[in-house]
């Protein structure tokens, strides 16, 4: 791999390191997770994920435009202004009529499945959990592959659908670890 391109995505994953933690939590996750073992957990997770995306950019080719930031408040900047853009794209998937039809049959189904009565709630949750995985989804490999200058979108292979199926893996992980953080806030 050429240096220019590996330090492009060197430095759109140190970017998404701190996206990531604005998508889940508006703020730095050092700071809404109190538990260390958790923190660890969370660090863990994510490392993973950015670890397996650096992977499936290699693979696919794919070249970010990335600016070099002056500092890390720049970065954090950047960072935070990616993550908006990212919940913004995420919300108008959620009010598309096919997405809405989805979320109303996975609630039922879920319903069915859990034998729970109180729909409200489980809606809350599900919805809330599929704007979190369209924000990252966004983030992380939507917004960089429309941005990119080059990049093979053909991701037929076994590696590349493998790389594919580990990041939704880390990414629901890291969901749920950020959800479960939440519910002990409350």
């Known amino acids: 791999m050429d240096s220019k391109i590996k330090k492009a995505i060197i430095g759109k994953i140190l970017e998404e390191w701190y996206t990531v933690d604005s998508i889940l939590f508006n703020d730095h996750a ?3 997770i109190n538990n260390g073992d958790v923190y660890k957990e969370y660090v863990s997770l994510k490392a993973g994920m950015l670890e397996n995306l650096f992977e499936y950019y290699s693979y696919i080719g794919l070249v970010p435009k990335v600016t070099t930031p002056k500092d890390i408040k720049q970065l954090v900047e950047t960072a935070i202004i990616s993550a908006k ?18 979320i109303k049959e996975k609630v039922i189904k879920e319903a069915k499945r859990l034998n729970i009565d109180d729909l409200d709630k489980l ?4 919805i809330q959990e599929k704007l979190v995985q369209y924000a990252l989804d966004n983030a992380l490999i939507g917004i960089p592959l ?8 053909n991701c037929d292979t076994f590696k590349c659908k493998l790389l594919e199926e580990s990041h939704r893996t880390y990414r629901d992980s890291l969901i749920q670890l950020a959800l479960r953080c939440g519910k002990n806030k409350k």
């Open 85 to 102: 853009r990212a919940k913004k794209s995420a919300v108008n998937m959620i009010n598309k009529e096919s997405t809405k039809a989805k």
């Open 146 to 153: 429309i941005e990119s200058d080059k990049v093979n979108t």
């Open 123 to 126: 809606s809350d949750k599900i």
């Open 30 to 32: 050092r700071n809404k």
